[in-house]
């Protein structure tokens, strides 16, 4: 499918994600990947650019870009991964004021970690996970969680 919408999307996900063990297991750890990629983009250094300086330059440009990824395929999707997104760089900074290890390090440890959560997550679902067949579905873990969160809320997307 050269245009898939978000339903496509979400339904292509799910089929790897049947099983509770795994999905509880992507509740914990697909937020906690992103969060951590929005803390490693926090960190990386980036030389002070006049109107466009700060430690976060990096994370909110990705942000932006994500945001296109996710206005693409579904407006009130984008929304609340742009909430999301926000609250994470929130956070990041609160733990970059008050934490005595460097965002990267705290970053690292649990982006490991995670991903150590959702292989084994897949070992139990006894499939592959999705983004093996298409990158995109790095983007669409993340959008799959909200979409949940949604159909709970009644709330269209």
């Not at 898939?4 to 099983?19: A, C, K, L, M, V």
């Not at 980036?46 to 932006?64: E, R």
Request: aromatic letters at 16%.
């Amino acid at each position: 499918m050269a245009n898939r919408t978000i339903h496509d999307w979400f339904n292509t996900y799910g089929e790897s994600h049947q099983n509770p063990t795994n999905k509880l297991i992507h509740w914990i750890c697909v937020p906690t990947i992103y969060f951590c990629v929005v803390g490693l983009l926090y960190s990386v250094p980036v030389p002070t650019i006049p109107s466009f300086s700060g430690p976060h330059l990096l994370a909110t440009l990705a942000i932006g870009l994500v945001g296109i990824f996710y206005l693409r395929l579904s407006l009130p999707i984008m929304v609340g991964m742009m909430l999301w997104s926000l609250a994470c760089l929130w956070l990041i900074q609160i733990l970059d004021a008050n934490f005595p290890y460097p965002v990267w390090a705290v970053c690292v440890v649990l982006f490991v970690l995670a991903w150590i959560g959702q292989f084994y997550g897949h070992k139990i679902e006894g499939k592959k996970p999705s983004f093996l067949e298409d990158l995109k579905f790095l983007m669409i873990g993340p959008a799959w969680l909200m979409g949940f969160l949604y159909r709970r809320a009644g709330i269209s997307y």
